[in-house]
């Protein structure tokens, strides 16, 4: 699937609800509406082909049907995210044996960003390169990296 030509920034498709949250309450419920959904897909250009589909009412993360992945609306707006994955992106996620929805968006954000700024220079990113960075850290039980403290 082609990139956009033009890169802009998604308006956020979803309204968080975030009525009588307190801290250590479970995380917000996102809703979604089908228009919001549907422009998503137009927006990132997302082929027909994998078979993206709107969530059922009072859906989690830990929802899809077999054969599915659930993907974050912030992986393709704020991470940049687009399919099919990029050989790092692959590599990272089978390096550090998790499932691309157990990444958090700010995770999706800084590998992305990592990406980027090694390609913007002409390096290939590796894993190995990534690890100089960075360490996976557990952030509200996704998987997101901070910056690495010492030697790896």
């Given at each position: 699937?082609?990139?956009?030509?033009i890169p802009s920034?998604?308006?956020?498709?979803?309204?968080?609800?975030?009525?009588?949250?307190?801290?250590?309450?479970?995380?917000?419920?996102?809703?979604?509406?089908?228009?919001?959904?549907?422009?998503?897909?137009?927006?990132?250009?997302?082929?027909?082909?994998?078979?993206?589909?709107?969530?059922?009412?009072?859906?989690?993360?830990?929802?899809?049907?077999?054969?599915?992945?659930?993907?974050?609306?912030?992986?393709?707006?704020?991470?940049?995210?687009?399919?099919?994955?990029?050989?790092?992106?692959?590599?990272?996620?089978?390096?550090?044996?998790?499932?691309i929805s157990q990444?958090?968006?700010?995770?999706?954000?800084?590998?992305?960003?990592f990406e980027y700024?090694?390609?913007?220079?002409?390096?290939?990113?590796?894993?190995?390169?990534?690890?100089?960075?960075?360490?996976?850290?557990?952030?509200?039980?996704?998987?997101?990296?901070?910056?690495?403290?010492?030697?790896?």
């Open positions: 699937m082609a990139s956009p030509s920034p998604l308006s956020s498709p979803v309204e968080e609800n975030v009525e009588n949250v307190e801290a250590g309450d479970a995380l917000p419920i996102l809703k979604w509406t089908v228009a919001s959904f549907r422009a998503l897909m137009l927006n990132v250009r997302m082929s027909d082909e994998y078979g993206a589909r709107f969530p059922a009412e009072d859906d989690t993360t830990a929802d899809a049907p077999a054969g599915y992945v659930t993907l974050f609306v912030d992986f393709f707006g704020e991470g940049n995210f687009r399919m099919p994955l990029t050989v790092f992106m692959a590599n990272l996620l089978e390096y550090y044996k998790i499932h990444l958090s968006s700010l995770g999706m954000v800084r590998v992305h960003h700024c090694f390609r913007s220079q002409e390096i290939e990113p590796t894993v190995e390169h990534f690890r100089r960075f960075y360490q996976m850290h557990d952030q509200l039980g996704f998987y997101s990296f901070i910056a690495r403290k010492g030697r790896i």
